[in-house]
């Protein structure tokens, strides 16, 4: 149990230091942030408040959101989610120090950023995912409301994702004057990422079966 868990907390934490230097390249392509960092983004930006930190106390209330909808099904080690969009967090915050490169203004540098941003969240996803410990807290949260409804968790996230994209394009115009945060890189966030994710998959499955192969 122990030797499982040396390997699958390293690979995820992996998967979220990919996922937190695709959340800079999103952010530095200016055509919008993938869904479930768009309020932690959109919050910082008008606050003022350093972004890791903004998504670690979000991601936190995730948490607490599932204590509330799970309530005697929560688990106790659903917290140590909390553990991890701390260092979620951090990743985030280092990422954005260490990439100082400016925002692209030319259009087809702004969609290289993105495709590179979508890629790196794609691999950071399957990382984590790979590493088969626990949701992130979104995603938690999604699994939750499909338990308790009994509604597809695809159908959950399409309606989680598209509320809180509503909800930071809302607090934007209201605090800010102006859209931030939601543009068409969200939406193609949204279409691509999950799809790579799958192709990531089949070709790691398919990398463990051609081992298998040569070993026997």
Same mark, same amino acid.
């Not at 990422?95 to 794609?122: H, R, W």
């Not at 989680?160 to 193609?188: K, N, P, Q, W």
């Not at 398919?206 to 026997?216: I, L, N, Q, Y």
């Given at each position: 149990?122990?030797?499982?868990?040396?390997?699958?907390?390293?690979?995820y934490c992996l998967?979220?230091?990919?996922?937190?230097?695709?959340?800079?390249?999103?952010?530095?392509?200016?055509?919008? *942030?993938? !869904? +479930?960092?768009?309020?932690?983004? +959109?919050?910082?930006? $008008?606050?003022? $408040? @350093?972004?890791?930190?903004?998504?670690?106390? $979000?991601?936190? $209330?995730?948490?607490?959101?599932?204590?509330?909808?799970?309530?005697?099904? =929560?688990?106790?080690?659903?917290?140590?989610?909390?553990? =991890?969009?701390? *260092?979620?967090?951090?990743?985030?915050? =280092?990422?954005?120090?260490?990439?100082?490169?400016?925002? #692209?203004?030319?259009? !087809?540098?702004?969609?290289?950023?993105?495709?590179?941003?979508? +890629?790196?969240?794609?691999?950071?996803?399957?990382?984590?995912?790979?590493?088969d410990l626990m !949701?992130? !807290?979104?995603?938690?949260?999604?699994? #939750?409301?499909?338990?308790?409804?009994?509604?597809?968790?695809?159908?959950?996230?399409?309606?989680? @994702?598209?509320?809180?994209?509503?909800?930071?394009? #809302?607090?934007?115009? +209201? =605090?800010?004057?102006? *859209?931030?945060?939601?543009?068409?890189?969200?939406?193609?966030?949204?279409?691509?990422?999950?799809?790579?994710?799958?192709?990531?998959?089949?070709m790691a499955l398919?990398?463990?079966?051609? #081992?298998?192969? @040569?070993?026997?």
């Open positions: 149990m122990l030797m499982k868990l040396l390997v699958k907390i390293p690979k998967g979220l230091l990919f996922l937190a230097v695709g959340v800079t390249f999103s952010i530095k392509s200016n055509l919008g *942030i993938s !869904p +479930v960092n768009s309020i932690g983004y +959109v919050l910082s930006v $008008i606050m003022g $408040i @350093d972004q890791g930190k903004v998504i670690t106390v $979000i991601f936190s $209330i995730y948490v607490l959101l599932q204590l509330v909808l799970l309530r005697r099904k =929560f688990k106790p080690q659903y917290l140590l989610q909390i553990v =991890f969009s701390t *260092i979620f967090g951090y990743f985030v915050s =280092f990422s954005n120090k260490m990439l100082t490169f400016p925002v #692209a203004e030319f259009y !087809p540098l702004q969609m290289a950023y993105l495709a590179m941003s979508i +890629v790196l969240v794609a691999i950071g996803v399957t990382l984590y995912m790979g590493a !949701p992130m !807290p979104a995603e938690g949260v999604m699994i #939750a409301i499909s338990q308790l409804t009994g509604i597809s968790f695809h159908k959950v996230k399409m309606i989680f @994702d598209t509320s809180v994209v509503i909800i930071s394009a #809302a607090v934007s115009l +209201v =605090f800010a004057g102006r *859209i931030l945060g939601v543009r068409e890189g969200t939406v193609l966030s949204a279409l691509l990422v999950g799809k790579l994710v799958g192709i990531f998959n089949s398919t990398g463990k079966g051609r #081992a298998r192969t @040569d070993v026997e």
